[in-house]
């Protein structure tokens, strides 16, 4: 009875907690400071790399012995945008000219959204919900519905035909999606960019793409050349999700030389901090780069695991994905209140997904991979709740 | 012999340099890299109380005594700009609606300009670059010269004047100003403030004011509240100079709360990192801000000291200042070289104003205060210069 009532209060906060966040879920630290009773023993909700945020942990222990030897990074401006750009470039074999560094992926995204799109964008959706809340006033958004039937696989032929009709100028495209984790492999996506010429933008958004693979080998995915055969495309690349490192706030965006600079001469001058300066360092490093192949394809392997579970828990659906999360749908879920269950029950907070446009009724949730002993506890959760 | 060899191999380089990095002084860490044979020993182009950076330093060993410790900051999302706009609204006694956090002053400079001022701008020169340098194209500057013969010092009522005849609809004030230190007390600004209530948006860059002060108390100003009286204020306060920690990128805006809203609503959604947002609780408590004034106290007295030994030398005239750092005019300074041989010859690296448009002609520099040992460093560098 206690826990009933437990749910209720839980469940009445944190609609309230959502409210207040807009379409992102409210963070950990917020829900606890709401709800101070609950215990989060895993953050599923979080899709990131944990091995690799013990990566960049140890090359800063290894580098910086004491906060006396950070004190540079603290202390003094970081280099401007442009001479990051330069490192980040010899190490992607892409010229500094076509690299703009951002305070995170969201910056990029939002002055790409404003500058370089017009008018009309198409957006396939599900989706990421920045893609459609950061327009200027005169652009319209279209959306693109993946369907249930087609467990929300992105058609490329389909998406080409839309494009078309809607005369849209521009088109966003999250690869792999989220919340969902459809890839489109590279012929399709050759096939889509040839197809689509003559708009005015084409976001690639690759956040997740570190966790995609196209064989058994998990060979890095790399699609940055494509910026020299297509003009009208950007590349936006988040380090936060694949390196662990959301708090140090550190992207880039690959685009035409000319866009670069309209960013760089309006004002994005010193918009990278001393740690994320240091971040980038290391990313250009070889040591630390063979590092993280290590850590990356562990991670992929422990999804891999993760994934496997999942699918032989009766009373759930899961949909294809080749990011480090998956969607899935929870059968007789009408009162939306599995994640609450996880969540009070075992600790465990899952992402709902009732909220995104795009999907329809209640049961779905992302659940992001974590560590391999965290996944064992999701795993755990989630088999008593659906017994 | 050597020596002028060396001097005019630096100009050259430096020159270079000077072109890459705009109207900003190029940066040590890239002054270093192509000019290996530099022994830079005091940095005084850099305008941050260090003594504000070692106390950042004492309370980052205090509450996280590993970089483990460390790793919620670096791995998680950080809240989002309205969860921190909470906490420093609570420090400073400013509604939480009215402050936008800001990925450095710059981020809010940029936006502030882009979207809150009209097309005819009025800025007071000489000043800091990127408030002519970040418009949009059909926004047109206009400047207002300040005097030599009135040694820069800014005159109210003339200012006023030309509000008026220039027909400008904003309005930017940098207080105290840079590159000069000039500094109009409270009731000059109130009178400033009552006189342009018509226009669209002023623009009040309060990033040195904790180095001002009106009387022996060297009592903290603070503007805030004139935001509930004047909703065309935007007060823009970075946290680099005063907190001595640049690459941390931190500061905030105080505005209307529907320009507040209207940034918040439009992409600035996770720009603040882990390392800004811990700066910002720290911000909030009592016992930091209580050693802080001790630390701020400090490096006034510290600057009230270099300001006294530079008025003793002969062959410079010092321009009236309350910021940590002076403009001088050095005599007989054709060949506009006494920076290099500062640099060259005593490692002091201080700030060539002679590209600042509203300076005429050579021999202008702007020399940062820094640390008691660092500026005894300058003082005898100079005297031998001078000699």
């Not at 009070?344 to 991979?369: E, F, P, T």
Request: with cysteine.
């Amino acid at each position: 009875m206690d826990k009933e009532i437990n749910i209720e209060r839980v469940k009445k906060i944190f609609n309230n907690l959502k409210q207040e966040s807009g379409t992102h879920s409210p963070s950990i630290k917020t829900v606890l400071q709401e709800i101070p009773e609950l215990k989060i023993d895993v953050d599923a909700c979080f899709l990131s790399n944990p091995y690799a945020t013990d990566l960049f942990i140890e090359n800063m222990k290894a580098d910086f012995p004491t906060y006396d030897d950070l004190r540079d990074s603290l202390e003094f401006y970081p280099p401007q945008n442009s001479d990051i750009s330069k490192i980040i470039g010899q190490t992607i074999a892409v010229k500094k000219e076509n690299i703009f560094v951002g305070n995170g992926a969201i910056e990029i995204i939002s002055a790409t959204l404003k500058r370089f799109c017009g008018n009309r964008l198409l957006l396939p959706i599900p989706t990421f919900s920045s893609y459609y809340e950061f327009l200027n006033n005169d652009q319209e958004i279209f959306f693109h519905n993946l369907k249930e039937s087609e467990n929300y696989v992105l058609n490329i032929k389909n998406l080409i035909k839309d494009v078309r009709e809607k005369k849209v100028d521009s088109l966003i495209i999250i690869n792999p999606n989220n919340p969902n984790g459809d890839y489109i492999n590279y012929d399709e996506l050759i096939d889509l960019l040839e197809n689509c010429k003559n708009l005015d933008c084409i976001i690639l958004d690759e956040s997740f793409v570190h966790f995609a693979y196209e064989d058994d080998s998990l060979k890095l995915m790399n699609y940055y050349e494509l910026i020299n055969k297509y003009s009208n495309l950007v590349i936006i690349k988040s380090m936060s999700k694949d390196f662990g490192i959301a708090g140090v706030r550190a992207g880039y965006g690959i685009m035409s030389s000319d866009r670069v600079s309209e960013l760089t001469n309006s004002g994005y001058l010193w918009n990278i901090s001393g740690l994320a300066t240091y971040f980038f360092d290391l990313y250009s490093g070889t040591k630390f780069r063979n590092k993280y192949e290590i850590v990356r394809k562990k991670y992929i392997m422990n999804t891999l695991m993760f994934r496997s579970e999942l699918s032989s828990i009766k009373g759930l659906k899961i949909y294809p994905s080749k990011a480090n999360f998956f969607l899935i749908k929870v059968d007789n879920d009408e009162l939306d209140d599995f994640g609450l269950r996880l969540l009070v029950n075992h600790g465990v907070y899952i992402r709902n997904c009732s909220d995104k446009i795009g999907l329809k009724g209640s049961g779905y949730y992302r659940i992001a991979s974590r560590s391999f002993e965290e996944n064992v506890k999701i795993i755990k959760a989630i088999k008593i709740e659906l017994a």
